[in-house]
């Protein structure tokens, strides 16, 4: 009746079964388990979500950056008195397919009206307010100043066009937003309405399960559209420097310091285009950057790789003078950093503001004056 006699002496070695049963596992059967798990992925919960904050933050406000930058010559560039007149836009719009809000009427005021549309939309989808809506009012406001003044870009806004739409599928208003705010203060309040498991409640708790669910699908689904984009992209462009002989003999950078165009800074310009070496290990460089980017992405070796890819926009942006395409392509590459390092950046940060606390506070106690020992007055004793 003891127990000790009815216990084995020595506990089965289930890793010699798992190990065996893995090993007899067929190839089909395991794409099959690696289809399942990113279908799991897909649907479970949504992925990334300070990526995709990050995302509308940064286009969000790079393009109010843009429309307040470029507010002293909007009417040469999308008003009325532009040299492409809206006459003109809605002849190639015929032919292209594109549309454009801006092209609706040719009244000054109306136009004045939907630039102060475009900042104020801007500034609300960096600072997610009412996301889902304003979301697609930012992409309608992108797409059309983009198809109104389409022979005026430089890159950058094709890609803040794309992502736009991107952003529209996914839920990048759920962190470091004010619908985060306003839904993290109701549930401190207590606000929060639960919903009983019977009858019309419980009808009304599906509907929501489901309608949770499709946002989870459409967020990840955009996250990976978007990294998939950014990995074309930079796949692409190395394809492309390939195939040019001025990359393969190293001398790219060098007719792109000497263009006149691309010369904010000609001192600058020449001064680097006099160190030979340099400048054909920056050709190099890039373009094995540019093509290896899709194959290091599931490694430590992105991290370094994304470093060295946010050194050459912010050299592009300087040397060659196309800020709006530079800041474009860093805010995109923010899509590949995980969550967890955004979560140590907001740790860090709270950690500095009571640190910062902690010493004004210490500051303060030692500038309050203090009674000197001459000055206490002395304890009189017990009567008697």
């Known amino acids: 009746m003891a127990p000790t006699e009815t216990t084995p002496t020595t506990a089965p070695t289930p890793s010699t079964y798992d190990t065996e049963s893995a090993g007899t596992r067929t190839a089909p059967q395991r794409v099959l388990d690696r289809i399942s798990a990113l279908f799991a992925l897909l649907i479970e919960r949504p992925i990334s979500l300070y990526a995709a904050a990050a995302l509308r933050i940064g286009y969000g406000l790079l393009y109010l950056a843009f429309l307040l930058r470029e507010f002293p010559h909007r009417d040469e560039i999308w008003g009325p008195g ?4 809206p006459a003109l836009a809605r002849q190639l719009f015929d032919q292209s397919g594109w549309a454009s809000v801006l092209t609706l009427s040719d ?31 930012f992409a309608l406001m992108v797409a059309s100043f983009h198809a109104r003044a389409i022979f005026m870009t430089d890159g950058g806004d094709n890609l803040i066009l794309l992502m736009a739409v991107y952003l529209v599928f996914t839920a990048c208003g759920r962190r470091w937003s004010l619908d985060a705010r306003r839904v993290r203060l ?12 019977g009858g019309a409640g419980g009808l009304r708790h599906h509907v929501r399960d489901a309608r949770l669910g499709v946002v989870t ?28 002989g001025t990359w393969g003999n190293g001398t790219a950078l060098h007719y792109a310091l000497n263009l006149h165009l691309f010369q904010p800074w000609p ?33 430590r070796l992105k991290y370094p790789v ?54 004004t506070g210490a500051d303060r106690r030692e500038a309050s004056p203090r009674p000197e020992a001459g000055l206490v007055p002395a304890q009189s004793g017990p009567a008697g």
């Open 267 to 299: 001192e600058l310009s020449r001064m680097l285009d006099a160190h030979e070496v340099l400048i054909t290990a920056a050709c190099y460089l890039t373009v094995l950057l540019q093509v290896a980017f899709p194959f290091v992405l599931f490694g």
């Open 82 to 85: 532009s040299p492409w007149t």
């Open 107 to 137: 009244s000054r005021a109306y136009f004045e009206t939907c630039y102060a549309a475009a900042v104020v939309t801007s500034a609300l989808f960096m600072l997610g307010w009412r996301t889902r809506a304003v979301s697609v009012l």
């Open 306 to 359: 994304l470093g060295m890819l946010l050194t050459m926009h912010v050299g592009i942006a300087v040397l060659l003078g196309l800020p709006l395409f530079s800041a474009a392509m860093i805010v995109a590459d923010a899509v590949f950093l995980p969550d967890r390092f955004y979560r140590s950046l907001g740790a860090l940060r709270r950690a500095l503001r009571r640190r910062a606390v902690q010493d």
């Open 217 to 244: 699908v459409l967020h990840n689904c955009g996250m990976f559209v978007i990294a998939a984009q950014v990995c074309f992209l930079y796949g692409a462009a190395g394809l492309y420097k390939v195939q040019g």
């Open 186 to 197: 109701r549930s401190v309040a207590g606000r929060a309405v639960r919903l009983p498991p």
